[in-house]
Protein backbone atom coordinates (compact mmCIF):
# COMPACT_ATOMS: atom_id res chain seq x y z
CA UNK A 1 0.00 0.00 0.00
CA UNK A 2 1.33 3.28 -1.33
CA UNK A 3 -1.10 5.30 1.41
CA UNK A 4 1.13 6.91 4.30
CA UNK A 5 -1.43 5.55 7.11
CA UNK A 6 -1.44 5.97 10.85
CA UNK A 7 -1.96 2.16 11.30
CA UNK A 8 0.42 -0.61 10.99
CA UNK A 9 -0.90 -3.38 8.33
CA UNK A 10 1.49 -6.12 9.22
CA UNK A 11 0.26 -6.04 12.89
CA UNK A 12 -3.29 -6.34 11.86
CA UNK A 13 -2.49 -9.38 9.65
CA UNK A 14 -0.55 -11.13 11.95
CA UNK A 15 -3.07 -10.97 14.27
CA UNK A 16 -5.77 -11.88 12.07
CA UNK A 17 -3.88 -14.94 10.65
CA UNK A 18 -3.09 -16.00 14.28
CA UNK A 19 -6.94 -16.18 15.13
CA UNK A 20 -7.28 -18.39 11.67
CA UNK A 21 -4.94 -20.84 13.38
CA UNK A 22 -7.19 -20.90 16.03
CA UNK A 23 -9.84 -23.10 14.33
CA UNK A 24 -11.88 -26.60 14.63
CA UNK A 25 -9.76 -29.08 12.28
CA UNK A 26 -11.55 -29.33 8.94
CA UNK A 27 -13.62 -26.76 9.66
CA UNK A 28 -12.45 -23.95 8.34
CA UNK A 29 -12.52 -20.74 10.21
CA UNK A 30 -15.30 -22.18 13.23
CA UNK A 31 -14.56 -20.57 16.72
CA UNK A 32 -17.98 -20.67 18.01
CA UNK A 33 -19.06 -18.65 21.20
CA UNK A 34 -19.07 -21.09 24.20
CA UNK A 35 -16.40 -23.23 22.87
CA UNK A 36 -13.03 -24.25 24.16
CA UNK A 37 -11.66 -22.35 20.81
CA UNK A 38 -13.48 -19.14 21.02
CA UNK A 39 -11.86 -19.09 24.43
CA UNK A 40 -8.48 -19.47 23.15
CA UNK A 41 -9.49 -17.30 20.81
CA UNK A 42 -10.07 -14.45 23.37
CA UNK A 43 -6.80 -15.25 25.27
CA UNK A 44 -5.08 -15.01 22.24
CA UNK A 45 -7.07 -11.62 22.07
CA UNK A 46 -6.43 -10.03 25.66
CA UNK A 47 -2.93 -10.81 25.44
CA UNK A 48 -2.50 -9.11 22.71
CA UNK A 49 -4.76 -5.79 24.63
CA UNK A 50 -2.05 -6.51 27.61
CA UNK A 51 0.37 -5.94 24.65
CA UNK A 52 -0.75 -2.48 23.59
CA UNK A 53 -0.63 -1.50 27.12
CA UNK A 54 -4.38 -1.58 27.83
CA UNK A 55 -6.20 -2.90 31.13
CA UNK A 56 -8.48 -5.81 30.57
CA UNK A 57 -11.54 -7.19 32.12
CA UNK A 58 -14.83 -9.10 31.07
CA UNK A 59 -18.04 -7.08 32.05
CA UNK A 60 -20.77 -8.63 33.50
CA UNK A 61 -22.20 -9.31 29.64
CA UNK A 62 -19.41 -11.13 28.96
CA UNK A 63 -17.88 -9.34 26.78
CA UNK A 64 -13.96 -8.40 26.77
CA UNK A 65 -12.69 -5.25 26.95
CA UNK A 66 -9.51 -3.33 26.91
CA UNK A 67 -9.43 -0.13 28.14
CA UNK A 68 -6.35 2.70 27.47
CA UNK A 69 -7.60 5.23 30.05
CA UNK A 70 -8.34 9.09 28.88
CA UNK A 71 -6.72 12.53 30.55
CA UNK A 72 -10.39 13.20 31.75
CA UNK A 73 -12.20 10.62 33.47
CA UNK A 74 -15.43 12.34 33.39
CA UNK A 75 -15.41 12.43 30.03
CA UNK A 76 -17.24 9.36 29.12
CA UNK A 77 -15.66 6.41 26.89
CA UNK A 78 -15.35 6.55 23.46
CA UNK A 79 -16.00 2.62 22.09
CA UNK A 80 -14.40 0.52 19.17
CA UNK A 81 -15.17 -2.79 18.81
CA UNK A 82 -17.25 -6.16 16.94
CA UNK A 83 -16.75 -9.84 17.80
CA UNK A 84 -14.63 -12.59 17.78
CA UNK A 85 -16.98 -15.59 17.57
CA UNK A 86 -17.91 -17.13 14.04
CA UNK A 87 -20.86 -19.46 12.40
CA UNK A 88 -19.76 -22.77 11.82
CA UNK A 89 -17.07 -22.84 8.76
CA UNK A 90 -16.91 -19.32 8.02
CA UNK A 91 -15.62 -16.80 9.99
CA UNK A 92 -12.29 -15.95 9.09
CA UNK A 93 -13.08 -12.26 8.98
CA UNK A 94 -16.49 -11.41 9.70
CA UNK A 95 -15.70 -9.54 13.14
CA UNK A 96 -12.28 -10.20 13.74
CA UNK A 97 -11.60 -7.96 11.35
CA UNK A 98 -13.18 -5.35 13.66
CA UNK A 99 -11.81 -5.91 16.59
CA UNK A 100 -8.28 -6.16 15.52
CA UNK A 101 -9.30 -3.14 13.93
CA UNK A 102 -10.15 -1.60 16.85
CA UNK A 103 -7.07 -2.94 18.90
CA UNK A 104 -4.95 -1.60 16.03
CA UNK A 105 -6.28 1.65 16.82
CA UNK A 106 -5.14 1.88 20.66
CA UNK A 107 -1.72 0.72 18.92
CA UNK A 108 -1.69 3.34 17.06
CA UNK A 109 -2.09 5.97 19.72
CA UNK A 110 0.35 4.72 21.48
CA UNK A 111 2.94 5.01 19.02
CA UNK A 112 2.48 8.03 18.35
CA UNK A 113 2.13 8.63 21.62
CA UNK A 114 -1.34 10.56 21.32
CA UNK A 115 -2.90 11.15 24.75
CA UNK A 116 -7.48 11.25 24.51
CA UNK A 117 -9.18 12.81 27.00
CA UNK A 118 -12.03 10.33 26.98
CA UNK A 119 -11.39 6.95 27.94
CA UNK A 120 -10.92 4.44 24.79
CA UNK A 121 -12.43 0.72 25.14
CA UNK A 122 -11.87 -1.88 22.39
CA UNK A 123 -14.48 -4.44 22.62
CA UNK A 124 -14.98 -7.97 21.28
CA UNK A 125 -18.67 -8.37 22.54
CA UNK A 126 -19.78 -12.24 23.04
CA UNK A 127 -21.76 -14.12 20.63
CA UNK A 128 -22.95 -11.49 17.98
CA UNK A 129 -23.68 -14.84 15.95
CA UNK A 130 -26.81 -17.02 16.71
CA UNK A 131 -25.34 -19.36 19.61
CA UNK A 132 -25.68 -22.89 20.57
CA UNK A 133 -28.47 -20.97 22.86
CA UNK A 134 -30.33 -19.98 19.71
CA UNK A 135 -29.88 -16.56 19.70
CA UNK A 136 -27.47 -13.54 18.78
CA UNK A 137 -25.78 -10.65 20.35
CA UNK A 138 -25.69 -11.30 23.52
CA UNK A 139 -22.86 -9.23 24.71
CA UNK A 140 -23.84 -5.78 23.36
CA UNK A 141 -27.61 -6.82 24.45
CA UNK A 142 -26.32 -7.56 27.77
CA UNK A 143 -23.66 -4.72 28.01
CA UNK A 144 -26.82 -1.96 27.26
CA UNK A 145 -29.33 -3.65 30.11
CA UNK A 146 -31.51 -5.04 26.75
CA UNK A 147 -31.28 -8.93 27.50
CA UNK A 148 -34.27 -10.22 28.11
CA UNK A 149 -34.34 -12.36 31.48
CA UNK A 150 -35.93 -15.03 29.98
CA UNK A 151 -32.98 -15.67 27.82
CA UNK A 152 -30.74 -16.76 30.72
CA UNK A 153 -32.59 -19.99 31.03
CA UNK A 154 -32.29 -20.83 27.46
CA UNK A 155 -30.79 -24.53 27.06
CA UNK A 156 -27.78 -25.48 25.05
CA UNK A 157 -28.12 -29.68 26.17
CA UNK A 158 -27.59 -29.04 30.07
CA UNK A 159 -26.14 -26.01 30.23
CA UNK A 160 -28.09 -22.75 30.48
CA UNK A 161 -27.49 -19.32 28.92
CA UNK A 162 -26.59 -17.82 32.34
CA UNK A 163 -23.82 -20.75 33.01
CA UNK A 164 -22.63 -20.06 29.16
CA UNK A 165 -22.05 -16.44 30.31
CA UNK A 166 -20.29 -17.28 33.86
CA UNK A 167 -18.00 -19.53 32.12
CA UNK A 168 -16.75 -16.97 29.66
CA UNK A 169 -16.41 -14.75 32.49
CA UNK A 170 -19.50 -12.82 32.98
CA UNK A 171 -22.13 -12.32 35.81
CA UNK A 172 -24.87 -13.64 35.34
CA UNK A 173 -26.78 -11.96 38.57
CA UNK A 174 -25.58 -8.23 37.72
CA UNK A 175 -26.21 -8.85 34.23
CA UNK A 176 -29.73 -7.11 33.81
CA UNK A 177 -28.73 -4.59 35.91
CA UNK A 178 -25.74 -3.81 33.46
CA UNK A 179 -25.96 -0.43 31.96
CA UNK A 180 -23.33 2.21 30.38
CA UNK A 181 -24.37 5.88 30.48
CA UNK A 182 -20.63 6.94 30.04
CA UNK A 183 -20.27 5.91 26.20
CA UNK A 184 -20.44 8.77 23.92
CA UNK A 185 -19.74 7.22 20.90
CA UNK A 186 -19.34 3.96 18.94
CA UNK A 187 -17.73 2.63 15.99
CA UNK A 188 -17.69 -0.76 14.28
CA UNK A 189 -15.48 -2.05 11.26
CA UNK A 190 -16.87 -5.30 9.77
CA UNK A 191 -16.55 -6.63 6.19
CA UNK A 192 -19.01 -5.73 3.85
CA UNK A 193 -20.84 -8.71 3.48
CA UNK A 194 -21.78 -8.13 0.07
CA UNK A 195 -20.06 -7.09 -3.48
CA UNK A 196 -20.82 -3.55 -3.52
CA UNK A 197 -17.52 -2.00 -2.61
CA UNK A 198 -15.78 -4.46 -4.83
CA UNK A 199 -17.88 -3.79 -7.56
CA UNK A 200 -17.41 -0.07 -7.37
CA UNK A 201 -13.76 -0.21 -6.68
CA UNK A 202 -14.63 1.60 -3.77
CA UNK A 203 -12.44 1.57 -0.44
CA UNK A 204 -15.14 2.22 2.28
CA UNK A 205 -18.95 2.02 2.99
CA UNK A 206 -19.80 4.81 5.70
CA UNK A 207 -23.32 2.84 7.18
CA UNK A 208 -26.13 4.80 7.26
CA UNK A 209 -28.32 2.13 8.66
CA UNK A 210 -28.75 -1.19 9.70
CA UNK A 211 -31.76 -2.95 8.41
CA UNK A 212 -34.89 -3.44 10.09
CA UNK A 213 -35.14 -7.09 10.18
CA UNK A 214 -38.89 -8.57 9.96
CA UNK A 215 -40.02 -12.54 9.51
CA UNK A 216 -43.26 -13.79 8.82
CA UNK A 217 -44.28 -16.95 9.06
CA UNK A 218 -47.35 -17.90 6.57
CA UNK A 219 -49.14 -21.24 6.51
CA UNK A 220 -51.16 -22.51 3.84
CA UNK A 221 -53.78 -25.23 4.02
CA UNK A 222 -55.21 -27.31 1.06
CA UNK A 223 -56.54 -30.68 1.25
CA UNK A 224 -54.40 -34.34 1.24
CA UNK A 225 -55.54 -36.81 -2.02
CA UNK A 226 -54.48 -39.40 -3.99
CA UNK A 227 -51.72 -38.19 -6.45
CA UNK A 228 -52.51 -40.24 -9.01
CA UNK A 229 -56.21 -40.72 -8.93
CA UNK A 230 -57.61 -37.10 -7.92
CA UNK A 231 -57.90 -35.58 -11.14
CA UNK A 232 -55.77 -32.21 -11.85
CA UNK A 233 -58.40 -29.98 -11.51
CA UNK A 234 -60.18 -31.36 -8.46
CA UNK A 235 -57.23 -30.68 -6.04
CA UNK A 236 -56.38 -28.19 -3.33
CA UNK A 237 -52.81 -28.29 -3.78
CA UNK A 238 -51.49 -26.52 -0.89
CA UNK A 239 -47.85 -26.88 -1.91
CA UNK A 240 -48.54 -25.42 -5.63
CA UNK A 241 -49.93 -22.09 -3.84
CA UNK A 242 -47.39 -21.51 -1.59
CA UNK A 243 -44.91 -22.31 -4.38
CA UNK A 244 -46.36 -19.02 -6.31
CA UNK A 245 -46.60 -17.24 -3.30
CA UNK A 246 -42.66 -17.43 -3.01
CA UNK A 247 -42.25 -16.47 -6.86
CA UNK A 248 -44.88 -13.63 -6.05
CA UNK A 249 -42.95 -12.68 -2.68
CA UNK A 250 -39.27 -12.52 -4.59
CA UNK A 251 -40.55 -10.41 -7.56
CA UNK A 252 -42.24 -7.96 -4.99
CA UNK A 253 -38.83 -7.94 -3.61
CA UNK A 254 -37.38 -7.01 -6.49
CA UNK A 255 -39.86 -3.99 -7.19
CA UNK A 256 -39.12 -2.53 -3.36
CA UNK A 257 -35.26 -3.00 -3.99
CA UNK A 258 -35.15 -0.89 -7.06
CA UNK A 259 -36.86 1.99 -5.24
CA UNK A 260 -34.16 4.32 -2.83
CA UNK A 261 -33.18 2.16 0.56
CA UNK A 262 -31.97 -1.54 0.90
CA UNK A 263 -34.53 -4.19 0.78
CA UNK A 264 -34.62 -7.69 0.64
CA UNK A 265 -37.25 -10.87 1.03
CA UNK A 266 -36.40 -14.40 1.24
CA UNK A 267 -37.86 -17.40 2.19
CA UNK A 268 -35.79 -18.95 4.22
CA UNK A 269 -37.68 -21.93 5.77
CA UNK A 270 -40.09 -24.27 3.93
CA UNK A 271 -41.53 -27.53 5.49
CA UNK A 272 -44.37 -29.31 3.98
CA UNK A 273 -46.75 -32.14 4.72
CA UNK A 274 -47.37 -34.86 4.38
CA UNK A 275 -44.35 -34.75 2.16
CA UNK A 276 -45.02 -38.14 0.56
CA UNK A 277 -44.62 -38.98 -3.27
CA UNK A 278 -48.12 -40.40 -3.49
CA UNK A 279 -50.04 -36.77 -1.58
CA UNK A 280 -50.99 -34.14 -2.88
CA UNK A 281 -49.49 -31.92 -0.26
CA UNK A 282 -52.05 -30.81 2.69
CA UNK A 283 -50.15 -28.43 4.36
CA UNK A 284 -47.32 -26.01 3.87
CA UNK A 285 -45.52 -23.92 6.25
CA UNK A 286 -43.03 -21.16 5.29
CA UNK A 287 -40.60 -18.24 7.21
CA UNK A 288 -39.85 -14.53 5.27
CA UNK A 289 -36.95 -13.23 6.21
CA UNK A 290 -37.75 -9.31 4.98
CA UNK A 291 -34.82 -6.77 5.65
CA UNK A 292 -36.06 -2.99 5.57
CA UNK A 293 -33.35 -0.11 5.69
CA UNK A 294 -36.66 2.09 5.20
CA UNK A 295 -39.56 1.05 7.65
CA UNK A 296 -42.67 2.32 5.33
CA UNK A 297 -40.93 -0.19 2.75
CA UNK A 298 -41.48 -2.85 5.40
CA UNK A 299 -44.89 -1.66 6.02
CA UNK A 300 -45.66 -2.02 2.31
CA UNK A 301 -44.34 -4.92 1.73
CA UNK A 302 -46.52 -6.60 4.69
CA UNK A 303 -49.79 -4.78 3.74
CA UNK A 304 -49.20 -6.44 0.28
CA UNK A 305 -48.38 -9.44 1.60
CA UNK A 306 -51.84 -9.44 3.49
CA UNK A 307 -54.12 -8.78 0.40
CA UNK A 308 -52.05 -10.98 -1.70
CA UNK A 309 -52.34 -14.53 0.15
CA UNK A 310 -56.04 -13.73 0.38
CA UNK A 311 -56.32 -13.31 -3.72
CA UNK A 312 -53.95 -16.92 -3.94
CA UNK A 313 -56.34 -18.06 -1.33
CA UNK A 314 -59.63 -17.83 -3.68
CA UNK A 315 -57.02 -18.59 -6.88
CA UNK A 316 -55.96 -22.25 -5.60
CA UNK A 317 -58.69 -23.31 -3.66
CA UNK A 318 -56.62 -23.24 -0.63
CA UNK A 319 -56.59 -21.30 3.54
CA UNK A 320 -54.41 -19.23 3.68
CA UNK A 321 -54.27 -17.76 7.33
CA UNK A 322 -53.30 -14.17 8.20
CA UNK A 323 -49.21 -13.71 7.88
CA UNK A 324 -47.73 -14.16 11.22
CA UNK A 325 -45.35 -11.52 12.37
CA UNK A 326 -43.19 -13.49 14.39
CA UNK A 327 -40.55 -11.00 14.98
CA UNK A 328 -40.34 -7.76 13.84
CA UNK A 329 -37.22 -5.09 14.53
CA UNK A 330 -36.75 -1.35 13.40
CA UNK A 331 -34.11 0.19 11.43
CA UNK A 332 -31.41 1.25 13.18
CA UNK A 333 -29.83 4.53 11.57
CA UNK A 334 -26.29 5.46 11.88
CA UNK A 335 -25.98 8.33 14.14
CA UNK A 336 -25.73 11.44 11.31
CA UNK A 337 -22.65 13.21 13.20
CA UNK A 338 -20.77 9.85 13.02
CA UNK A 339 -21.39 9.63 10.10
CA UNK A 340 -20.31 12.91 8.84
CA UNK A 341 -16.61 12.04 11.02
CA UNK A 342 -16.65 8.60 9.33
CA UNK A 343 -16.59 10.56 5.96
CA UNK A 344 -14.21 12.99 7.36
CA UNK A 345 -11.37 10.52 8.45
CA UNK A 346 -12.13 8.19 4.97
CA UNK A 347 -11.04 11.91 2.81
CA UNK A 348 -8.18 12.57 5.37
CA UNK A 349 -6.80 9.35 4.65
CA UNK A 350 -7.66 9.00 0.74
CA UNK A 351 -9.90 6.09 1.17
CA UNK A 352 -13.15 6.21 -1.67
CA UNK A 353 -16.00 5.65 -0.03
CA UNK A 354 -20.07 5.76 -0.27
CA UNK A 355 -22.90 5.82 1.67
CA UNK A 356 -24.56 2.43 1.84
CA UNK A 357 -26.93 0.34 3.94
CA UNK A 358 -26.48 -3.14 5.86
CA UNK A 359 -28.55 -5.64 5.18
CA UNK A 360 -27.53 -7.94 8.19
CA UNK A 361 -27.75 -7.10 11.90
CA UNK A 362 -24.51 -5.96 14.11
CA UNK A 363 -23.71 -5.54 17.06
CA UNK A 364 -24.13 -1.56 16.68
CA UNK A 365 -27.46 -1.67 16.23
CA UNK A 366 -27.77 -2.86 20.64
CA UNK A 367 -25.05 -0.28 21.54
CA UNK A 368 -26.96 2.43 18.89
CA UNK A 369 -30.11 2.36 21.46
CA UNK A 370 -28.58 4.05 24.34
CA UNK A 371 -25.50 5.75 22.91
CA UNK A 372 -24.26 7.49 19.41
CA UNK A 373 -23.23 4.84 17.00
CA UNK A 374 -21.77 4.02 13.33
CA UNK A 375 -20.34 1.34 11.44
CA UNK A 376 -18.27 1.29 8.23
CA UNK A 377 -17.46 -1.35 5.98
CA UNK A 378 -14.40 -2.59 4.05
CA UNK A 379 -14.82 -5.05 1.00
CA UNK A 380 -14.40 -8.49 0.76
CA UNK A 381 -13.98 -10.68 -2.25
CA UNK A 382 -16.92 -11.27 -4.81
CA UNK A 383 -19.06 -10.45 -1.67
CA UNK A 384 -18.96 -13.84 -0.16
CA UNK A 385 -19.28 -14.51 4.15
CA UNK A 386 -20.41 -16.58 6.71
CA UNK A 387 -18.66 -19.06 4.19
CA UNK A 388 -15.46 -20.73 4.19
CA UNK A 389 -14.40 -18.66 0.44
CA UNK A 390 -14.45 -15.58 2.80
CA UNK A 391 -11.66 -13.31 2.01
CA UNK A 392 -10.58 -9.55 2.79
CA UNK A 393 -7.32 -8.21 1.89
CA UNK A 394 -5.12 -7.15 4.85
CA UNK A 395 -4.27 -3.58 3.03
CA UNK A 396 -8.54 -3.07 2.80
CA UNK A 397 -8.72 -4.06 6.48
CA UNK A 398 -5.85 -1.66 7.14
CA UNK A 399 -7.30 1.40 5.54
CA UNK A 400 -10.24 0.88 6.99
CA UNK A 401 -8.29 0.66 10.37
CA UNK A 402 -6.87 4.08 9.72
CA UNK A 403 -10.33 5.64 9.05
CA UNK A 404 -11.61 4.34 12.53
CA UNK A 405 -8.23 5.88 14.07
CA UNK A 406 -8.77 8.96 12.07
CA UNK A 407 -12.64 9.30 13.65
CA UNK A 408 -11.43 8.68 16.69
CA UNK A 409 -9.72 11.26 17.21
CA UNK A 410 -12.13 13.61 15.73
CA UNK A 411 -14.35 12.27 18.08
CA UNK A 412 -12.40 13.16 20.94
CA UNK A 413 -11.76 16.79 19.86
CA UNK A 414 -15.31 16.87 19.01
CA UNK A 415 -16.88 16.10 22.07
CA UNK A 416 -14.51 18.11 24.26
CA UNK A 417 -15.68 21.18 21.89
CA UNK A 418 -18.99 20.40 22.86
CA UNK A 419 -18.70 20.16 26.40
CA UNK A 420 -16.85 23.07 26.39
Known amino acids: M ?5 VKADRIAEDIDALARITEPDHPWTRRAFSPLFLAGRAYIESRMKAAGLETRIDAGGNLIGLRKGRRPDAGTIMVGSHSDTVPDGGRFDGIAGVISALEVARALKDQNIELDHDLEIVDFLAEEVSIFGVSCIGSRGMTGQLPEAWLTRLSGERSLAQGIAEVGGDPATLLAQKRPDIKGFLELHIE ?228
Open 2 to 6: SRNLP
Open 193 to 420: QGPVLEANKEDVGVVTAIAGITRVEITVEGRADHAGTTPMESRSDALVAASQLVLDIRNAAAELARTPGHFAATVGEFRMEPNAANVVPSKVVLLIDGRAEIRADMEAFCRWLDGHVEKLAAAYDVVIAPPNRVSDNHPTPGDPRLLTILEHAADRVGAKHRRMASGAGHDTAWIAKVAPAAMIFVPCKDGRSHSADEWAENDDIALGAAVLFEAVCEMDKGLNEEKA
